[in-house]
């Protein structure tokens, strides 16, 4: 079956404008969880998803940063005014439950803030 | 707060030898340990995990770890190196009991020379 995809595989944005990263997870997975990894670094946690509640968003680097999944399945990352310190790879990855469960990984969203 | 340590960013080993990748964490409750892979433009794959059942967890690729509470580690090892096996490993640490963070390492990059 279809892994879980995200759109756009690149994105290049000018400091300053806003960008959305989107997310389609595996049918069926419940938690949805976004990483950001910057260059030569671990994926670092955003925010976590049961269902479309979002129960944890206390890794999110900034008031400029917002992820939403209104009908828990599709979830969408959004960055406003980017800045340069936003250019990494952002991670989505999907689960059937809790973090004892395998988390199946996007490829990620290149971001470039130019 | 949960925490994974990776020694050594960087790796090399002749193709046939031993691999071993380090891995230590810090816990005060009993910790799921994970070891991921990623190659090149790709996101992560899950190797092996280990969640409170035998100490010695086998995974995919011939891939294998061994949970030593005493030793808060959880190394992971291959007998015999493929070049395939090139690529960036991931150390990760959650907890049981519902939904808990899942914490990366920062990677350690595999190279298999021939």
């Known amino acids: 079956g279809a892994g879980v995809s995200q759109s756009p595989r690149y994105k290049v944005a000018k400091r300053g404008q806003d960008v959305a990263l989107r997310c389609d997870p595996i049918s069926g997975h419940v938690s949805l969880f976004w990483y950001q990894q910057a260059l030569g670094q671990g994926p670092e946690f955003l925010t976590y998803?049961?269902?479309?509640?979002?129960?944890?968003k206390s890794g999110l680097p900034s008031d400029r940063f917002f992820a939403e999944r209104p009908e828990g399945s599709v979830s969408t990352l959004k960055i406003q005014r980017t800045q340069q310190e936003d250019s990494a790879v952002y991670l989505c990855?999907?689960?059937?439950?809790?973090?004892?469960?395998?988390?199946?990984f996007g490829p990620g969203t290149r971001l470039t803030v130019t | 707060a949960q925490s994974v340590t990776q020694l050594g960013s960087h790796v090399s080993v002749s193709e046939g030898a031993l691999v071993l990748l380090r891995c230590n964490y810090s816990s005060s409750v009993p910790p799921y340990l994970f070891w991921y892979v990623q190659y090149p433009n790709q996101g992560l794959q899950l190797l092996l995990k280990y969640t409170s059942a035998a100490t010695l967890v086998k995974g995919i690729n011939g891939f294998e770890a061994e949970f030593k509470k005493s030793e808060t580690s959880f190394h992971l090892t291959k007998p015999s190196a493929h070049m395939s096996d090139a690529a960036e490993y991931f150390c990760a640490v959650s907890f049981s009991g519902g939904y808990q963070k899942v914490t990366f390492g920062i990677g350690t990059k595999l190279q298999v020379i021939p």
């Open positions: 998803f049961q269902n479309e509640a979002q129960l944890d």
């Open positions: 990855a999907s689960s059937l439950g809790d973090s004892s469960y395998e988390q199946y």
